[in-house]
């Protein structure tokens, strides 16, 4: 496996990173930063990753296991990601309340129109 | 009615299953893959699923937002009493050890109290949320 | 084999002007993220992956493409400037993992210190099978709490930001009388 899962990670954490910088539409941005999130998640648990090993629950056929710790840490990661994803979504559909729309260079022109 | 009648049958059938799914998540999360964030989410889903299908109105009257909101609260107090009881036993906070006369079964206690104060959190801010987005009569 | 789907599935997400079909390809992409934590052996780890990832996420972003509106206008410009300031981070980062040990090595530093501890003592001082949940609940118990309190406060975020569905129908109510 040699170090290929670090590069697909790196070459999602790039796609996240292009789509939140250059599409003006917020949820697509939104979108973006949970392919991010998804990418970091996966250069965290290769690390975990010990070869010959298995998943960390103790049973007596097997006397190797995979490094526990970095599973503990996307587990709450997972899930805070969901907590602030839907904290965003909300936002999005307040501020499509008060401008009408969710482009971002049309709420830029709206807020500088004299009102 | 009618071309919703697959989707409210199998709805009918399914949504039991994934609740007693989610409970055995919950409680048998000590022996496999599974805990407190799993079964929160899966309950969760049962009902948003339930939701979907029949609509607010239904789903409204089966789980009211004021029960959901105190059952999310519910769970984060259940999650820090827990760590008050280990101070007030003579340990530090959240130290299991101290909740029964073996550390090994404080342990137990302590861990399976903990996963049921998340999942009931988990579990009431999700079904929540789904409330919040579809609800369309909100306007500014 | 995994991994390049996964790929592929990332930039048709990204290329999609449609919002329904990229979010679709969403809980597509959070299915085989969840496969390849299982292949890397964290089953736990996907388990949540799958059920937040592919349930509640992508519930909640079809949720608000229906107040908002599916269909988005494009990228500014031609974003050639975003993609060459990916690809030129993206080709530092690469670099940046030559300097790693190799995916499974044992004597990699993430397997010393304090994992090994956490594996030998936990049959013996906390007594179940499963050491994800004994780490998570037990040893890391004050990181778990602080996670179910930012749970809870999003989800109070959401609420007010929002409005409770009971307190939207309440206000309505108040204006016909």
């Keep these: 496996m040699g170090l290929f899962n670090y590069w697909v990670a790196v070459i999602l954490i790039m796609t996240g990173l292009y789509v939140v910088v250059s599409h003006a539409n917020l949820v697509k941005k939104v979108l973006g930063l949970n392919i991010f999130q998804a990418a970091v998640f996966m250069l965290y648990i290769s690390a975990g990753k010990l070869a010959g090993g298995t998943a960390p629950i103790l ?12 599973h503990v840490l996307i587990l709450t990661a997972i899930v805070v990601g969901v907590a602030t994803t839907a904290l965003a979504l909300a936002l999005i559909i307040r501020i499509h309340l008060a401008y009408g729309t969710v482009e971002e260079d049309e709420i830029d022109d709206k807020d500088r129109e004299p009102s | 009615m009618g071309h919703h009648l697959v989707l409210r049958v199998i709805c009918k059938l399914l949504v039991p299953l994934i609740l007693l799914f989610a409970l055995y998540v919950q409680f048998h999360g000590d022996f496999g893959p599974g805990g407190g964030f799993q079964a929160g989410v ?17 789903f409204r009257s089966v789980v009211s937002p004021a029960l959901l909101r105190t059952v999310a609260a519910c769970g984060l107090l259940l999650y820090l009493l827990v760590g008050v009881a280990g101070m007030l036993l003579g340990g530090n906070y959240l130290d299991y050890s101290v909740l029964r006369e073996n550390p090994a079964s404080g342990q137990h206690l302590g861990i399976f109290l903990v996963e049921l104060g998340v999942g009931l959190t988990v579990s009431g801010v999700m079904i929540s949320l789904f409330y919040a987005f579809a609800d369309r009569r909100f306007r500014e | 084999m995994l991994l390049l789907f996964i790929v592929v599935v990332a930039i048709a997400i990204a290329v999609l002007r449609n919002l329904f079909a990229a979010v679709m390809l969403f809980g597509i992409f959070s299915f085989l993220a969840a496969a390849v934590f299982v292949s890397l052996d964290a089953v736990d780890v996907a388990f949540t992956e799958a059920a937040v990832g592919a349930g509640i996420a992508t519930i909640l972003m079809l949720a608000t493409l229906a107040r908002v509106g599916g269909h988005e206008r494009g990228v500014h410009g031609h974003g050639l400037f975003p ?5 030129f981070t993206g080709l530092a980062l690469i670099h940046a993992t030559s300097d790693f040990p190799l995916v499974g090595d044992p004597s990699a530093p993430a397997h010393g210190h304090v994992a090994p501890r956490y594996l030998k003592e936990s049959g013996s001082e906390i007594g179940i099978p499963n050491v994800v949940t004994s780490v ?29 569905a009971g307190a939207g129908a309440r206000r309505e109510d108040k204006k016909k009388e």
């Design chain 3, 136 to 164: 998570l609940a037990s040893y890391r118990g004050y990181d778990t709490l602080g996670e179910v309190t930012v749970i809870f406060a999003a989800g109070v975020g959401v609420l007010c930001l929002l409005g409770a």
């Design chain 3, 83 to 87: 993609l060459a300031i990916a690809f």
């Design chain 1, 59 to 70: 049973d007596d056929r097997f006397t190797q296991y995979s490094n526990p710790l970095p």
């Design chain 2, 42 to 58: 899966l309950f969760g889903a049962g009902f948003i699923l339930y939701g979907i299908v029949f609509g607010l109105g239904h």
